[in-house]
């Protein structure tokens, strides 16, 4: 069975500091990775994805994950966060052989001023 | 490109009621999905459709049905409306499955009295 975790699932920080969002899952056949993003009374948008390569993904506000394929993880890192990125994130995989994406409970950022 | 739409955005129902919340892209995307967001649970995928003219069960069917209309659009329908299923449905399409990263509508929030 395939699954998701999300470690936090609140992160307070001060704006400007750095941040580090930690996701790890467990599947036994080979997996696609992604990062969403959700604003306020919004749907997802996508962050950043890793399908195969280098394992550190650049993704869109300066936010980058890097895959680790020993200890199953996806953490998402921002070197300095602002305000504009206080958001609902949520990590998610989807199988090399399958239909379907499995979304972790989210992480909820909350940039303090 | 208005990209995925939902309608309606907001609905009240009461036990034993039926609707159907509608789903439409613009994008000519093969595959669509419907999923739930309920607090502490992340996003749950209720049913999905690869391509038009195929539907699948996701992890939470039960108490929906879904029809795939045509390419552009995906409805879900709630047959008799409980309580349980008050949450944050939310609709998206994406160019196929698995690797392709999925658009999400603005979501429509259902309450069940």
């Known amino acids: 069975a395939q699954s998701v975790t999300q470690l936090d699932s609140q992160v307070p920080v001060f704006e400007e500091a750095p941040v580090e969002l930690r996701c790890n899952y467990s599947s036994s056949v080979s997996v696609y990775l992604f990062w969403y993003v959700q604003y306020p009374n919004q749907g997802l948008q996508l962050l950043l994805k890793?399908?195969?390569?280098?394992?550190l993904v650049k993704g869109i506000n300066g936010f980058e994950a890097e895959f680790n394929k020993s200890q199953t993880s996806f953490h998402l890192r921002k070197p300095s966060v602002h305000i504009s990125d206080t958001a609902e994130y949520f990590c998610?995989?989807?199988?090399?052989?399958?239909?379907?994406?499995?979304f972790g409970t989210g992480t909820s950022l909350t940039v303090i001023p | 490109n208005a990209g995925v739409t939902q309608t309606p955005k907001f609905q009240v129902l009461k036990t034993g009621q039926s609707m159907t919340l509608q789903c439409a892209q613009d994008?000519?995307?093969?595959?669509m999905y419907w999923y739930r967001q309920d607090p502490g649970m992340g996003l749950r995928l209720i049913y999905y459709?690869?391509?038009?003219?195929?539907?699948d069960k996701g992890e939470v069917p039960n108490g929906y049905n879904v029809s795939r209309l045509n390419k552009r659009e995906f409805s879900l329908r709630l047959e008799s409306a409980a309580p349980s299923q008050t949450s944050v449905y939310f609709c998206?399409?994406?160019?196929?499955?698995?690797?392709?990263?999925?658009?999400f509508g603005p979501g429509t929030r259902l309450t069940v009295t």
């Open positions: 998610a995989v989807s199988l090399y052989t399958g239909n379907q994406f499995y």
């Open positions: 998206a399409s994406s160019e196929g499955m698995p690797l392709y990263e999925q658009y």
């Open positions: 994008m000519n995307h093969n595959s």
């Open positions: 890793y399908l195969s390569g280098s394992t």
């Open positions: 459709s690869a391509s038009e003219g195929t539907t």
